[in-house]
């Protein structure tokens, strides 16, 4: 049972889209903060000690990564010396961290506290969400866990790591994968970086100020370092990505990724699944989604690495 909230949650899943099933369909949506932080209220007032339905569980983990994105894409550039934006994100980051880990009492103690303290200014901004099949499917538990396993096999010499996932796509299934590297006694800690150039067109790494930059920096000290890319094409932005960090933390970057396009000139140092097999489960999955059929998220795949 040590996935049951995960993986029930995935196989029960929105799985058309990146998105709850009342945007199903929709391409992308803007909507304010405000919402979600009403879901989010709502759903953790539901929140017992030991017990919380997968649906609601995968709820709370999706609103509090939207809490995120909208913080970060509406406080970027903020002024070198303002604080209020970082520390804002900070505790964001450290409530999703707890949800990924599922201390639930905890989070929610943690989202109160926040609400008090910071919410009113997030209340009044609005987030974008574009739909995204695949980034929905790199957050397949199996796969995460499959890239997990490489990770630790070939690292076990690394007791700390510091994973920098590129915003937005990579921070769910980054979060999840911090989570299974804890598990696996890795002392893994996370802080999602936007860097998105397809959905947001950015053309750099985008941080709130330079406070930020020194904050990585000191997270990363005693540290391995991982570059998270939720998927990999050409692999022009997790080349640049880890190359960026590479030169401002002073320090190799190891390149990971769920998704990787084998015949790239760019191949992640690891990574979970091929394109072309990925596309392949894809398709089968949303054939049985048709047919009405119970979902089997990957479980031929996990199986077969299991017996590898």
Known sequence: MENELFKDFYDK?????????YYAGEKSITRPLEQVIRSQEELFSYVMCDSIQPEAFGRLFYN??????????????????????????????????LLS????????????????SRITPLKSLQVYE???????????????KILAK??????????????????????????????YLNEMDINS??????????????TDVVFINDMERAYIAELSRGRQVLSFNEDVQTGKSSRYFTGYFKNLLGKNVTSTTIVQETRSDYISDFYAISEDDFLHIMADEEE????????????????????N
């Open 13 to 21: 899943r929105f799985y058309i889209s990146e998105t709850p099933p």
């Open 64 to 97: 509090a990564s939207i809490l995120l994105k909208g913080w970060i894409d509406n406080t970027k550039d903020s002024p070198p010396q303002e604080t209020r934006s970082l520390d804002t994100k900070i505790e964001l980051v450290k409530n999703l961290d």
């Open 101 to 116: 880990r599922k201390e639930l009492v905890r989070a929610k103690k943690h989202f109160n506290d926040i609400t008090y």
């Open 130 to 144: 574009q739909f995204d099949h695949k980034s929905w499917g790199c957050t397949d538990p199996e796969l995460i």
């Open 150 to 179: 490489q990770i630790h096999a070939h690292m076990e010499n690394f007791d700390d790591l510091l994973i920098l996932p590129l915003g937005h796509g990579a921070t769910r299934p980054g979060f999840i994968l911090n989570h």
């Open 189 to 202: 800690i996370i802080y999602p970086v936007r860097f998105s150039t397809h959905k947001m067109k950015d």
């Open 288 to 307: 049985r989604i048709k047919q009405g059929q119970n979902l089997s998220i990957t479980q031929k795949l996990a199986e077969d690495n299991q017996e």
